[in-house]
């Protein structure tokens, strides 16, 4: 995965997925919205949050993260509960 593409997937959970939970989301990661001054340097203080190093981001943790999320993770256990239904 590129750098530009990791990226994009560390915005795409947070402003696509949780724009009215977003409080409750980044409390679920450990973000520090408080270190930020100006609502503005959101984007890259979020982006911050994942860095790994120049240019990298951890896209696992990202993902971790979306996944153990309550409302995400229940939705994922009803699926595959769903899923194993429709195999028997």
Do not use: C
């Not at 750098?3 to 409750?24: A, C, H, K, Y």
């Not at 240019?55 to 696992?60: E, L, N, Q, R, S």
């Amino acid at each position: 995965m590129t750098t530009d593409e990791q990226r994009d997937v560390i915005l795409n959970v947070v402003m696509d997925f949780f724009p009215d939970d977003i409080g409750e989301y980044i409390r679920h990661v450990g973000f520090d919205i408080q270190g930020i001054g100006d609502p503005k340097n959101f984007v890259d203080a979020w982006l911050g949050h994942y860095r790994l190093g120049q240019g990298t981001y951890d896209v696992d943790r990202a993902l971790m993260d979306f996944t153990t999320w309550p409302p995400i993770s229940r939705r994922i256990f009803e699926l595959q509960d769903e899923a194993r239904k429709l195999a028997t």
